[in-house]
């Protein structure tokens, strides 16, 4: 014990060297036990820090006269004044436990607990403090440290080898200047950033921006408008603390969930703002346990001056510890003009006299302060002021105070701005010293020690080497892409890379070798040279494509491109199976799926937004394509006993001349319509996000015979329109709609025309919105007027996920109904259910098909990420 002393003491004297005066000390409960990540805040300053693990702490401060605010969730808020001079004070705080008392609070009717009415004020006040800044600035720390506590005996010498060891301190620490701004990403500027983690890693951590007022990453907040569906609320207690009245309140999930918190949170009445929170979240990989504890740094302004983020993550027998700090300091803060803030302050003061005589309390209603001539504002004071407010109440003044915010607010940019993050370039290379006089919470002594450069440094530094010759040879036999100097990019798919060796019946095994080089001529133009080369083995044929893409305009998403080359190809090029599932179907289930013919062709294509929202595309295609046969009967394994079938498509019903060699010319046209499309600009290019509206397409196609003597010519024309909806507790619905028709001449070549998406397979890719299951490829492909329509509804608990114990897995369930009309052909109509992510890992279906509204076939499909499987009943 009292070597560990010794070094605490060491540690606190090395982080004040270079700092002329302040305070330090330890936070120590009445057992004499150390408080650990007790929070100190100064006031008048708007500067405050975080004690460590041990209780101690240091906080520089300038010679003057202090009011000192020591707090931590269970204990009673402690204010110390202070007399500073030219040198550092020792101040050892002893922090008495939280007393809680049950208050005299209204219970209504219905003998709810009184929680209710604390959340549905806190609620409907949320909206204010989520819009209550235009802006604000800090300094923050960010401190990230762990170690194993457990690891399986098989993967210790593999895991030391990469530096991890059981019981061996890591930390990663990052000192920032935040600035925040209503409506903008953050913009982070990081000074100093070090870390002890293997390998060197020393990336800044991102501060973490986790806010209570606002759902975060799906996880349903206490305070969220519809948080009366999910969780239970229960009053612990209240306490006093600056005579304002503080309510602890018991957090209860309704049911099991990844998306919900348990724990307490802590409200001001009056403000109905947040104290502080205590709340645990329960992940899959990971349990975490979230302090914040709020500082007023200006009036009626609480932010969460400090974060404790306590994780335990398991990871194939392997447990770690990891805990994250953040505290910030010097907050500078711009209030939202757009809200009056005067009438919120002015309501906080009015509860506080709510124990005031009857005579009192008339002369301070909250209604004397509200100009008659501000309707939204009477009601809401109405609202506040109501001692018995509804779920429905809770709601209006929710979107009261919204519309207040936001009525006076110019349209939001569409454009969605990512996080800036600017590092120093001085950033990696502090010093010692810099971090011992810069570094707002002391390091334990576990922490400490995890920092000095050691023999074992050395050599993971040579193992570090080891790892990246065998990374460099893996990357040129699976591919990867390479950066370069002078903006120059260089992709290949690699020698052995999953795409590298196809098998379909007609070229039998093919080597495909793919070639990308990139230069960037200015910020989002670049030219890229594309080349492929392929050998099949059973026609003996070298093929190839060479391409050019210019991109431009990057706002505009410009794009041109020009290839030629010779391949053989599928009919149903846009939406047929990928190569490489045909290749699985055909060698292990003796299933030659896709049809294929050969093609040499030239092709251009330009792509260009004429506004944000409206997409044109402009596209022609000059070819030759021949027929060609199957040349290889091999396979692996035949589990179906069945046998290859002929390379004729099923939708040719006989009529061999739709694949017979012919030479076409193409020319199409599209164009799509989103209003409000947001966006981002990513890589200095404009990339399509989402809209709340939905996307309208027209498309047309014109085809001409260059084998026919006379002008011969068919027209293709098609509407769509396809949108998605979300929302965090009713799930996601998509819906796609196309309907279309072909004019002019008869089409001459299978090829030209419209195929459907369908997932036939025992084995592919991942199934669309907009895929078929239970149809047969080119079964329904047509030259006629045709129509389909495509309903998804994705949930994370429909059926499966509301047994126990599927209840906390991270499975989403789904419903989708899709129908098909073609003239001259019955109607086909599919239902089917699906659960995806089963055990991290799959995804599986099960559907059934109608004809003209009679049961045809059903199934059950298995997806995993390289694929699909189907079994036909």
């Known amino acids: 014990m009292m070597r560990l002393l010794i070094v605490c003491c060491l540690i606190m004297a090395l982080g004040r ?20 990540y007790a929070s100190i805040f100064v006031p008048a300053l708007h500067k405050g820090t975080t004690a460590n693990e041990k209780g101690f ?15 931590y969730l269970g204990y009673k808020s402690l204010t110390v004044p202070l007399l500073l001079d030219e040198s550092f004070q020792q101040v050892n705080v002893v922090l008495q436990p939280q007393e809680y008392m049950l208050p005299e609070v209204i219970i209504t009717a219905s003998g709810e607990d009184p929680a209710y009415y604390v959340m549905r004020k806190a609620i409907g006040m949320s909206q204010y403090y989520r819009n209550q800044l235009s802006s604000y600035s800090a300094g923050v720390y960010l401190k990230g440290s762990g170690k194993a506590i457990k690891i399986p005996s098989l993967l210790k010498g593999q895991l030391k080898k990469e530096g991890i060891e059981e019981g061996k301190y890591y930390v990663t620490e990052t000192i920032s200047d935040i600035l925040y701004e209503k409506g903008k990403p953050l913009q982070t500027k990081v000074h100093s950033v070090r870390s002890s ?13 986790l806010s209570l007022y606002n759902d975060n990453e799906g996880i349903i907040t206490p305070l969220s408008k519809e948080a009366f569906a999910v969780y239970r609320f229960q009053l612990v207690g209240t306490f006093l603390e600056d005579n304002h009245t503080i309510h602890k309140i018991k957090v209860i999930p309704k049911r099991k969930g990844n998306d919900l918190y348990s724990g307490s949170i802590f409200i001001r009445e009056g403000s109905w703002s947040l104290h502080s929170v205590q709340l645990s979240l329960s992940q899959n990989l990971f349990d975490a346990t979230i302090n914040q504890v709020y500082q007023e740094v200006y009036p009626m302004v609480w932010l969460p001056v400090s974060h404790d983020y306590d994780l335990k993550v398991s990871l194939m027998g392997t447990v770690f510890a990891l805990r994250y700090l953040v505290s910030l300091s010097n907050c500078k803060i711009t209030l939202n003009d757009q809200l009056d803030h005067a009438f919120y302050a002015a309501m906080a003061q009015e509860t ?17 302060i509200v100009p008659k001539t501000e309707k939204n504002q009477e009601r809401i004071a109405e609202l506040i002021e109501s001692n018995n407010l509804s779920n429905k109440e809770m709601r209006e003044l929710n979107q009261l105070i919204r519309m207040e915010a936001k009525q006076k607010d110019k349209r939001p940019s569409l454009e969605i701005k990512a996080r800036n993050t600017e590092i120093a370039d001085s ?22 020690t995890s920092f000095p450069v050691n023999e074992r440094d050395k050599k993971a530094t040579d193992t570090t080497k080891n790892r990246k010759f065998i990374n460099n040879l893996n990357n040129l036999l699976s591919g990867t892409t390479y950066t370069l100097k002078h903006n120059w990019e260089i992709k290949h798919n690699g020698l052995i890379g999953l795409n590298a060796l196809e098998f379909n019946t007609v070229d039998g095994f093919t080597y495909l070798q793919q070639l990308k080089i990139k230069k960037t001529l200015q910020p989002g133009h670049s030219v890229a040279l594309l080349a492929d080369g392929a050998y099949a083995f059973a026609r003996k044929k070298m093929m190839g494509e060479l391409a050019v893409d210019y991109a431009f305009a990057p706002l505009q998403r410009g794009l041109f491109s020009i290839q030629i080359g010779s391949m053989t190809r599928d009919f149903n090029a846009d939406d047929g199976l990928a190569p490489f599932f045909n290749s699985i179907t055909s060698l292990f289930f003796k299933q030659n799926i896709i049809k294929l013919y050969q093609e040499e062709f030239v092709d251009a294509k330009l792509q260009y937004d004429i506004v944000n929202g409206l997409e044109v595309k402009l596209q022609g295609r000059l070819s030759n394509r021949t027929k060609l046969l199957n040349n290889t009967n091999y396979f692996i394994t035949n589990p179906l006993a069945v046998d290859f079938t002929s390379n004729l498509p099923t939708g040719i019903f006989g009529d061999t001349s739709l694949v017979a060699d012919a030479k076409n010319f193409t020319v199409g ?31 047309t196609k014109m085809g001409f015979s260059r084998d026919l003597p006379q ?21 996601s619905l998509d819906y796609y709609v196309e309907i279309g028709s072909f004019y002019g001449d008869k089409v001459h070549h299978f090829a030209d025309y419209k195929h459907f998406s369908t997932a036939p397979t025992w084995i592919g890719g991942n199934a669309t919105n907009s895929t078929f299951r239970a149809l047969l490829p080119y079964e329904r492909s047509t030259t006629d007027a045709y129509f389909q329509a495509h309903l998804h509804y994705e949930h994370a608990r429909i059926l499966l996920k509301r047994l126990p114990f599927l209840s906390g897995s991270l499975i989403r369930e789904s419903l989708f109904v899709q129908h098909l009309m073609v003239e001259n052909r019955k109607p086909w109509t599919e239902i089917g259910y699906g659960v995806k992510q089963l055990f991290f890992l799959f995804n599986v279906e099960v559907y059934t098909g109608f004809e003209a509204g009679k049961y045809k076939t059903a199934g059950i499909r298995l997806e995993i990420p390289i694929g699909q499987a189907t079994i036909r009943m």
Do not use: C
């Not at 983690?197 to 921006?209: A, H, K, N, Y």
């Not at 006089?437 to 390091?443: D, G, K, S, T, Y």
């Open 669 to 699: 046209a599209s164009i799509y319509f989103t209003p409000y499309q947001y966006y981002r600009i990513i890589n200095n290019r404009k990339q399509l996000s989402h809209s709340a509206y939905p996307t309208f397409g027209l498309m």
């Open 352 to 368: 506080q006299v709510s124990a005031l005589p009857e005579q009192e309390k008339e002369t301070s209603s909250v209604a004397n």
């Open 197 to 209: 983690m293997p390998g060197g890693d020393s990336g800044p951590m991102q501060f973490f921006t």
């Open 17 to 36: 060297q270079g700092i002329s005066q302040g305070l330090e000390g330890q936070i120590t409960n009445h057992h004499g036990v150390a408080v650990p």
């Open 57 to 71: 702490y240091i906080l520089p401060l300038a010679k003057g006269d202090y009011q000192v605010v020591f707090q």
């Open 427 to 448: 950033a990696k290379v502090r010093t010692p010293d810099y971090w011992r006089q810069n570094r707002p919470v002391p390091l334990s002594d576990g922490e400490y």
């Open 711 to 731: 002008n011969n010519a068919f027209y293709q024309l098609s509407l769509s329109m396809k949108q998605g909806f979300q929302s965090r507790l009713l799930g």
